[in-house]
Structure formats: C-alpha cells, structure tokens
C-alpha cells in the first residue's frame, strides 16, 4: 500500500470496498479510507475531513501528511477547487499544478522546527515531475480535457479575495487561486513523498465577472470533475511505471 488520492473540496470518497482506519500521529489523528481496487489498496483522505468540518486555515496538513507516511505512501494525488484569475482557463476546466506562489500567513508551514538542525526542502519542482507527467499522459488516453498546467496562489483564507489582490496575483503570473496546497505539496516534500494536484477551476476569481459566485456553479463544476479525475489518478496508479526519474525522495538540505 504505497498510493494515495487527497480529496478536497467536493470530493469526499472514492466507489470501490472502503474500511475506514485511524491513523495516529505526533500532530493528531487522521481517519482514512482504505479503498480495495483491482486488487490493490489505494488509500483516500479528506483533506477538510469527511464532513467538510475544518476550514482551509485550520486543516491539520501535518496530521494529514503525517499519516500517510506512517501508512507507507510514496505517491500522491490531490485534488484542489479553486479560482481562476488567467482568463485562458475557465470555470469547468480541469488543470494540473505546476508551481506555486505562497501567500499563507499563520498555519504550521513546516516538520522542521529546529530540533534536527536547520533543514530546507528543495522547491525547483515542488509537484512531482513524474507524477505530472503521468497524469497529463492518462488525461489525453482517457480524454480527459486538461486545459493546462496552471501556477497556484495559496491564500490563507478563508475569506475570499479582494479585486485588487487578484491584479495582483495577476501581475505575478498566477494563474488559479486556492486555500489549501500549501503547506500540503510542501510537506509532501519533506517526507520525501512524489505529489501532483489537479485544480477543478469552480469560478472566476473576485472582480472578474460581474456576477458575483453562487454555490450552485461551484457544486456544478465539482460534481462533473471529481469522478473523471479520481478516475485519471487511478488508471495512473495502475499503470505505474517502474523507472522514476523525479528528485522527491532527496530534496531535503540540511544546514
Ligand atoms: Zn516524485
């Protein structure tokens, strides 16, 4: 059991013979899913919780994170709703991560709090080369329309933004705006674990339509997303190739 799918926002299980399990950590307990699938065991984990119960800024990543290795996951999937502030990718469209601009301000950013010495994880490829490769590969065989390869804004929520942040965001060259995947693709990181996130753009970032977001264009992009992309990461998982060539495992610098 080495492959995980973090669902977000709108996606909250996987179909398949589930057991749940209680992880427990340094940092707190987890619940998980343990999901049978063509014979393997692919783990599930709601990144707000299955009732959608913590909000962007108080998920517990380092729980999260935390329990998946203790499961002995190397690979992981997740999955993010957010805004698109590039008027290139629409409310609908899928998206892979491929960078990340960091604007959190107050959550637990770190495993590294100085007790093992003063230790920096690489972010020249902050979501796995491989894994993002593979994703866009099973995309075009299961023709599932990925618009683009998009560079995240993390915000810390969990109000929304203002006009004037996302001109600027814009002016940076992000493209799609969320809550959450930071610190998660950066802890990922740390424990050596390969990590790739899809963005299911919900709506048009603050200022850029007229029409102010209602809940139900929101819950409509999500409800056509979430199963074609758990899919996409399963056929991944069962496909996965033997050779790695990604850095993930060693992107830790000590001081
Ligand atoms: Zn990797």
Same mark, same amino acid.
């Given at each position: =059991?080495?492959?995980?799918?973090?669902?977000?926002?709108?996606?909250?299980?996987?179909?398949?013979?589930?057991?749940?399990?209680?992880?427990?950590?340094?940092?707190?307990?987890?619940?998980?899913?343990?999901?049978?699938?063509?014979?393997?065991?692919? $783990?599930?984990?709601?990144?707000?919780?299955?009732?959608?119960?913590?909000?962007?800024?108080?998920?517990?990543?380092?729980?999260? /994170? /935390?329990?998946?290795?203790?499961?002995?996951?190397?690979?992981?999937?997740?999955?993010?709703?957010?805004?698109?502030?590039? #008027?290139?990718? #629409?409310?609908?469209?899928?998206?892979?991560?491929?960078?990340?601009?960091?604007? @959190?301000?107050?959550?637990?950013?770190?495993?590294?709090?100085?007790?093992?010495? !003063?230790?920096?994880?690489?972010?020249?490829?902050?979501?796995?080369?491989?894994?993002?490769?593979?994703?866009?590969?099973?995309?075009?065989?299961?023709?599932?329309?990925?618009?683009?390869?998009?560079?995240? !804004?993390?915000?810390?929520?969990?109000?929304?933004?203002?006009?004037?942040? *996302?001109? /600027?965001?814009?002016?940076?060259?992000?493209?799609?705006?969320?809550?959450?995947?930071?610190?998660?693709?950066?802890?990922?990181?740390?424990?050596? =674990?390969?990590?790739?996130? !899809?963005? *299911?753009?919900?709506?048009?970032?603050?200022? =850029?339509?007229? #029409?102010?977001?209602?809940?139900? #264009?929101?819950?409509?992009?999500?409800?056509?997303?979430?199963?074609?992309?758990?899919? @996409?990461?399963?056929? $991944?998982?069962?496909?996965?190739?033997?050779?790695?060539?990604?850095?993930?495992?060693?992107?830790?610098?000590?001081?």
């Amino acid at each position: =059991m080495n492959k995980a799918i973090i669902g977000g926002t709108g996606v909250y299980g996987m179909d398949g013979e589930a057991t749940t399990r209680m992880v427990s950590t340094r940092y707190g307990d987890v619940e998980v899913d343990v999901v049978r699938i063509t014979g393997e065991d692919i $783990v599930f984990l709601a990144r707000h919780g299955k009732e959608h119960s913590a909000p962007p800024h108080l998920v517990n990543y380092r729980a999260n /994170m /935390m329990a998946l290795k203790e499961l002995g996951i190397q690979y992981v999937y997740a999955t993010a709703a957010v805004g698109s502030c590039n #008027e290139q990718f #629409e409310p609908g469209d899928i998206v892979v991560l491929k960078n990340f601009i960091d604007f @959190t301000r107050q959550r637990p950013i770190t495993f590294y709090e100085g007790k093992e010495g !003063v230790i920096h994880a690489d972010m020249s490829d902050p979501y796995c080369s491989d894994m993002r490769r593979w994703l866009l590969d099973a995309a075009r065989r299961r023709a599932l329309p990925v618009r683009g390869e998009a560079v995240y !804004v993390c915000t810390e929520g969990p109000r929304f933004e203002t006009a004037f942040e *996302i001109k /600027m965001f814009q002016t940076l060259r992000g493209d799609v705006v969320g809550m959450t995947n930071i610190p998660e693709v950066v802890l990922a990181k740390e424990l050596g =674990m390969c990590y790739a996130a !899809v963005g *299911i753009i919900t709506n048009w970032c603050t200022g =850029m339509e007229t #029409e102010p977001v209602t809940l139900s #264009e929101i819950q409509g992009a999500l409800a056509l997303n979430k199963e074609r992309v758990t899919e @996409t990461f399963l056929d $991944v998982f069962g496909n996965l190739p033997d050779e790695t060539r990604c850095s993930c495992r060693d992107a830790l610098i000590r001081l």
